[in-house]
């Protein structure tokens, strides 16, 4: 007989293992590193899964398990931020814009060459659909510091696609 | 909210809902604009980042899952198995260590543990202490005199009727022993205990006294009592 926990980590699997993997993927930057870090979260996850109190909350509550996980294998330094208000914001041009490239590998390409601390908030935004504040407790950081970091994310980002160099001008800290 | 402000938090959230990036959007075709050329990038970018999972993850983790299940099941049985085996394995051992104790030894460590049947004075019916032996297997021919407790007690793996026989000169211990038998006749001192053990009959007769003055009228009782002269 399959019991009502079964049943949910059943469903939580197959609806979330591939955002999980994607996720993974990005985190690591290796497939089958990946497909493992999403087993292993799935694994500890059935046995806190007590502790899910919302649904609604699960993929973020996973994507923390995952990224300890992660953390558990690759010890990584805490990055620096600096503050999103010190930032210059050049004017777009249409060069800079992927869907001028039409190459989403440009853009994975670009996205393997980002700095590990713009890509990580990054990835927890536009991936797992954290905002700022959430991104800013799971990375153990201010909102404000979040903020600047996917701004800046996103500027280099579009550098490397168009090889302009204006991001060059944001302002760091003193 | 500014242009400025606009697009600083443009680059932050493009999806943004702030009541105020909304207003300004609304204002300013420029910013409103910009935002559109931001949504298409953030398409982009998720579409490019949707590395597609391999086949059947979904599966192959819940495979993971039934067969760490199934080894965390084995391991408790295992366990509890193991623990079981030990469990007997060491109840055997004391048992064994148990065994391999003189008699006398388990006797005295016996009385230590009621040492207060010592102290009883008022004398218990001839009934009881028939019963009690007869609970036994056993048959007395007569009930000595002066006796002032009894009880069926287990000493280690044996069985026994352990009585108190009050008198002049102090309490004496016996313990009739019915399921073994002693191979010689000997008087013994332990832990400040005098003793004798008497192979009598099936069992074996142990006294322990303070004073074992009066062994040998009690140990001539017994044999009387015993039919086993």
């Not at chain 1, 294998?73 to 039409?102: C, M, N, W």
């Not at chain 2, 490019?48 to 049985?77: D, G, K, N, W």
Request: charged share 25%.
């Amino acid at each position: 007989m399959v019991s009502s926990k079964q049943r949910q980590f059943d469903a939580l699997v197959r609806s979330l293992s591939g955002d999980l993997f994607r996720y993974a993927y990005w985190l690591c930057g290796d497939e089958a590193l990946a497909h493992d870090l999403v087993q292993e979260t799935f694994l500890r996850a059935w046995r806190a899964l007590d502790d899910l109190r919302e649904t609604a909350a699960a993929k973020a509550w996973l994507i923390t398990i995952l990224r300890r996980e992660h953390a558990r294998l690759y010890e990584r330094k805490t990055p620096q931020f600096t503050s999103v208000d010190e930032i210059d914001v050049p004017e777009e041009r249409g060069a800079h814009l992927p869907e001028f490239s039409g190459e989403e590998n440009l853009i994975r390409n670009a996205m393997r060459r980002l700095d590990p601390k713009y890509r990580d908030p990054l990835l927890l935004q536009v991936l797992g659909g954290f905002s700022c504040d959430e991104i800013a407790r799971e990375l153990k950081l201010t909102p404000a510091a979040v903020m600047t970091q996917v701004f800046r994310a996103r500027q280099k980002l579009k550098a490397l696609l168009g090889g302009d160099s204006r991001e060059g001008s944001v302002h760091e800290l003193p | 909210m500014n242009c400025l402000d606009f697009r600083r938090r443009l680059g932050a959230e493009p999806h943004c809902n702030d009541a105020d990036f909304l207003r300004h959007r609304q204002d300013c075709p420029g910013c409103a604009e910009a935002q559109a050329r931001a949504l298409a990038f953030e398409q982009t970018l998720r579409q490019a980042l949707a590395v597609p999972p391999p086949a059947e993850l979904a599966e192959a983790v819940l495979l993971a899952h039934a067969t760490r299940q199934q080894r965390l099941r084995r391991v408790y049985r295992r366990g509890a198995l193991l623990a079981l085996a030990a469990s007997l394995v060491l109840a055997f051992g004391i048992g064994l260590r148990v065994e391999a104790r003189p008699l006398t030894d388990q006797a005295v460590e016996h009385l230590r543990a009621e040492a207060v049947t010592l102290t009883f004075t008022q004398p218990v019916t001839a009934q009881a202490v028939r019963d009690a032996f007869a609970s036994r297997g056993l048959a007395l021919r007569e009930v000595p005199d002066g006796i002032t407790f009894v009880a069926c007690c287990p000493m280690g793996r044996h069985r026994t009727v352990h009585l108190v026989m009050s008198g002049e000169g102090g309490a004496v211990s016996v313990i009739y022993v019915v399921d073994v038998r002693t191979g010689a006749r000997e008087d013994f001192q332990h832990g400040g205990w005098q003793g004798r053990s008497v192979p009598l009959g099936a069992g074996t007769l142990i006294l322990l006294a303070q004073d074992g003055s009066r062994f040998d009228a009690v140990e001539r009782a017994w044999r009387a009592a015993l039919d086993a002269r």
